[in-house]
Protein backbone atom coordinates (compact mmCIF):
# COMPACT_ATOMS: atom_id res chain seq x y z
CA UNK A 1 0.00 0.00 0.00
CA UNK A 2 1.22 3.45 -0.75
CA UNK A 3 2.28 5.37 2.69
CA UNK A 4 3.78 8.81 3.91
CA UNK A 5 6.96 8.57 4.34
CA UNK A 6 9.28 11.42 5.80
CA UNK A 7 12.38 12.65 4.08
CA UNK A 8 14.26 14.42 7.36
CA UNK A 9 17.17 15.88 5.16
CA UNK A 10 14.52 17.95 3.19
CA UNK A 11 12.28 18.81 6.41
CA UNK A 12 12.65 22.85 7.86
CA UNK A 13 9.94 22.33 10.69
CA UNK A 14 7.98 25.14 9.07
CA UNK A 15 4.69 22.87 10.06
CA UNK A 16 2.81 23.53 6.79
CA UNK A 17 1.99 19.92 6.93
CA UNK A 18 0.32 20.01 9.74
CA UNK A 19 -1.72 23.04 8.77
CA UNK A 20 -2.59 21.64 5.67
CA UNK A 21 -3.56 18.29 7.35
CA UNK A 22 -6.30 20.98 9.53
CA UNK A 23 -7.39 22.61 6.75
CA UNK A 24 -8.26 19.11 4.89
CA UNK A 25 -9.88 17.77 7.64
CA UNK A 26 -11.96 21.09 8.86
CA UNK A 27 -15.62 22.31 7.54
CA UNK A 28 -14.33 25.36 6.32
CA UNK A 29 -11.60 24.37 4.04
CA UNK A 30 -10.38 27.79 4.69
CA UNK A 31 -6.58 28.28 6.03
CA UNK A 32 -7.85 31.08 8.27
CA UNK A 33 -11.37 29.89 9.41
CA UNK A 34 -10.05 26.22 9.90
CA UNK A 35 -7.46 27.72 12.85
CA UNK A 36 -9.88 30.51 13.87
CA UNK A 37 -13.08 28.92 13.87
CA UNK A 38 -12.78 25.70 14.33
CA UNK A 39 -10.81 23.39 16.60
CA UNK A 40 -8.67 20.27 14.86
CA UNK A 41 -5.99 18.35 15.80
CA UNK A 42 -3.47 18.06 13.30
CA UNK A 43 -3.16 14.34 12.17
CA UNK A 44 1.01 14.64 12.05
CA UNK A 45 2.80 16.52 14.35
CA UNK A 46 6.78 17.95 13.87
CA UNK A 47 9.22 16.48 15.87
CA UNK A 48 12.46 18.40 15.78
CA UNK A 49 15.67 18.88 17.78
CA UNK A 50 17.91 21.39 16.69
CA UNK A 51 18.46 21.55 12.88
CA UNK A 52 16.87 17.93 12.70
CA UNK A 53 12.80 18.18 11.92
CA UNK A 54 10.72 15.28 10.85
CA UNK A 55 6.77 14.39 10.44
CA UNK A 56 5.63 12.25 12.64
CA UNK A 57 2.61 10.44 11.36
CA UNK A 58 0.54 6.89 11.35
CA UNK A 59 2.63 4.24 9.60
CA UNK A 60 -0.31 2.00 8.75
CA UNK A 61 2.10 -1.00 9.81
CA UNK A 62 1.05 -4.39 8.73
CA UNK A 63 1.27 -5.88 12.23
CA UNK A 64 -0.49 -3.17 14.11
CA UNK A 65 0.24 -2.77 17.69
CA UNK A 66 -3.23 -0.41 18.13
CA UNK A 67 -5.81 -2.22 16.40
CA UNK A 68 -5.10 -4.92 19.30
CA UNK A 69 -4.46 -3.18 21.73
CA UNK A 70 -7.94 -1.13 20.91
CA UNK A 71 -10.39 -2.32 23.69
CA UNK A 72 -13.86 -1.34 21.59
CA UNK A 73 -12.59 -1.89 18.42
CA UNK A 74 -12.40 1.72 17.22
CA UNK A 75 -8.95 0.94 15.39
CA UNK A 76 -9.05 -1.42 12.47
CA UNK A 77 -6.99 -3.10 9.84
CA UNK A 78 -8.29 -2.62 6.54
CA UNK A 79 -7.85 -5.67 4.85
CA UNK A 80 -8.40 -4.47 1.37
CA UNK A 81 -6.57 -1.09 1.51
CA UNK A 82 -3.90 -1.81 4.35
CA UNK A 83 -5.28 1.31 6.23
CA UNK A 84 -5.18 1.25 10.09
CA UNK A 85 -8.95 2.76 10.14
CA UNK A 86 -10.39 4.41 13.18
CA UNK A 87 -14.33 4.68 13.73
CA UNK A 88 -14.17 7.74 16.66
CA UNK A 89 -17.80 6.91 17.56
CA UNK A 90 -16.24 4.01 19.15
CA UNK A 91 -13.67 5.60 20.88
CA UNK A 92 -13.82 5.65 24.81
CA UNK A 93 -10.66 7.82 25.36
CA UNK A 94 -8.61 5.17 27.09
CA UNK A 95 -5.54 5.73 25.61
CA UNK A 96 -4.34 2.34 25.20
CA UNK A 97 -3.51 2.89 21.50
CA UNK A 98 -1.49 5.81 22.53
CA UNK A 99 0.97 3.70 24.91
CA UNK A 100 0.82 0.65 22.46
CA UNK A 101 2.11 2.60 19.13
CA UNK A 102 6.18 2.10 19.36
CA UNK A 103 5.90 5.17 16.85
CA UNK A 104 4.12 8.00 18.94
CA UNK A 105 2.20 8.01 15.98
CA UNK A 106 -1.71 8.85 18.02
CA UNK A 107 -2.29 11.77 19.96
CA UNK A 108 -5.39 13.39 22.34
CA UNK A 109 -7.58 15.10 19.88
CA UNK A 110 -7.27 18.31 21.30
CA UNK A 111 -10.72 19.87 20.86
CA UNK A 112 -12.03 19.33 23.69
CA UNK A 113 -12.92 15.12 22.93
CA UNK A 114 -11.74 12.40 24.46
CA UNK A 115 -11.47 10.69 21.61
CA UNK A 116 -7.57 9.94 19.57
CA UNK A 117 -6.15 11.78 16.63
CA UNK A 118 -4.73 9.91 13.85
CA UNK A 119 -3.79 10.06 10.38
CA UNK A 120 -6.35 8.20 8.04
CA UNK A 121 -4.29 9.04 4.77
CA UNK A 122 -6.33 11.86 4.43
CA UNK A 123 -8.90 9.56 2.46
CA UNK A 124 -6.44 8.89 -0.38
CA UNK A 125 -5.59 5.94 -1.71
CA UNK A 126 -4.64 7.16 -5.43
CA UNK A 127 -4.13 11.01 -4.93
CA UNK A 128 -1.81 12.66 -2.66
CA UNK A 129 -2.47 13.47 0.67
CA UNK A 130 -2.34 17.20 1.58
CA UNK A 131 0.49 17.04 4.04
CA UNK A 132 2.76 15.56 0.76
CA UNK A 133 1.35 18.12 -1.62
CA UNK A 134 1.42 21.04 0.44
CA UNK A 135 5.04 20.67 1.72
CA UNK A 136 7.12 23.00 -0.41
CA UNK A 137 9.97 21.03 0.56
CA UNK A 138 9.45 17.64 -0.81
CA UNK A 139 9.92 16.64 2.95
CA UNK A 140 6.96 14.25 2.55
CA UNK A 141 6.29 11.54 -0.20
CA UNK A 142 2.91 8.90 -0.68
CA UNK A 143 5.05 5.75 -2.25
CA UNK A 144 4.01 2.07 -2.18
CA UNK A 145 7.55 0.41 -0.32
CA UNK A 146 8.45 -3.05 0.28
CA UNK A 147 8.91 -2.82 4.34
S1 LIG B 1 5.81 21.12 5.34
FE1 LIG B 1 7.55 19.84 4.75
S2 LIG B 1 9.35 21.07 5.35
FE2 LIG B 1 7.59 21.95 6.41
S3 LIG B 1 7.60 20.91 8.42
FE3 LIG B 1 6.23 19.72 7.07
S4 LIG B 1 7.55 18.12 6.23
FE4 LIG B 1 8.90 19.69 7.06
S1 LIG C 1 -2.03 12.01 5.02
FE1 LIG C 1 -3.71 13.47 5.40
S2 LIG C 1 -4.48 12.88 7.44
FE2 LIG C 1 -2.47 11.95 7.21
S3 LIG C 1 -1.06 13.42 8.15
FE3 LIG C 1 -1.11 13.85 5.91
S4 LIG C 1 -2.66 15.45 5.71
FE4 LIG C 1 -2.97 14.53 7.73
Redesign the pocket.
Known sequence: MKRVY?KEE?????????VYCVVNHSKSQDIIKSHKLEEITPRLV?ESKGII???LQCRHCDDAACTKACITGALQKDSKTGEVTYDQEKCVGCWTCIMACSYGAIRRDESGQKVISKCDLCGEEESEPA?VT???????VFEDREE
Open positions: AYCLGCRLCEISFACNCPNGAL
